[in-house]
């Protein structure tokens, strides 16, 4: 089965860089997938790794360490409107379903 | 396009009624999802379907049942609704078993058990 461990929350200051973290266990990896879920609102896709290493997208940044089943999410130039709750998901039954992290609540202050 | 649509936004329940959440999509994606969200539970899969006519249990299935009689609908059904089934419910769709393809959600219905 799978195990995925998040922080529940983090607080970061608005232009700040901030790391969340995420540690997961699985029978057979196929991925790891970020999201992000602003609240009363649905999850969104941020990114996907497969392979190891940094993957740049604008401000957010998605590292992945198969040998360490560790990823982590890097938010840069922080603003206001990131504070969300960011999902870590990685596939399960053969790319059929993910399973979900319980999230990281991560709010920005001024 | 109107991507995932939920019907309905709200719902406020008595115990032992019971309802049907419907999803809809336009993206004519073949596998179809519902969730729920509880605080400090996260996003937690209860039933899926891989195409048109299947359906498959997922982590938390008592209590619902499902049907994807078409491609765009998939519906979750509460027979005999509990405050335990209080919650948001989630629908998201997946273009096919591309390792790569994200999952595309709809906006959530928020249901209330009395």
């Known amino acids: 089965g799978q195990n995925i461990d998040q922080p529940t929350e983090m607080t970061a200051t608005e232009g700040a860089i901030v790391q969340i973290n995420c540690t997961y266990q699985t029978s057979g990896f196929n991925g790891l997938f970020w999201y992000q879920q602003h609240a009363g609102e649905a999850p969104t896709f941020l990114s996907y790794n497969v392979l190891d290493g940094l993957e740049e997208k604008g401000r957010f940044s998605s590292f992945l360490s198969r040998s360490k089943g560790y990823s982590y999410l890097l938010l840069k130039e922080l603003q206001m409107k990131d504070s969300a709750s960011y999902l870590c998901?990685?596939?399960?039954?053969?790319?059929?379903?993910?399973?979900f992290g319980t999230g990281t609540k991560l709010q920005v202050i001024p | 396009n109107a991507g995932v649509t939920q019907t309905p936004k709200f719902r406020v329940l008595k115990t032992g009624q019971s309802m049907t959440l419907l999803c809809a999509q336009d993206?004519?994606?073949?596998?179809m999802y519902w969730y729920r969200q509880d605080p400090g539970m996260g996003l937690r899969l209860i039933h899926y379907?891989?195409?048109?006519?299947?359906?498959a249990k997922g982590e938390v299935p008592d209590g619902y049942n499902v049907s994807r009689l078409k491609k765009q609908n998939f519906l979750l059904g509460l027979e005999s609704a509990a405050p335990s089934q209080t919650s948001v419910y989630f629908c998201a769709t997946k273009e096919g078993t591309g390792k790569n393809n994200e999952q595309f959600f709809g906006p959530g219905t928020r249901l209330t058990v009395l």
């Open positions: 998901a990685v596939p399960s039954g053969g790319y059929q379903k993910v399973t």
């Open positions: 379907s891989v195409g048109e006519g299947t359906t």
């Open positions: 993206m004519n994606h073949e596998y």
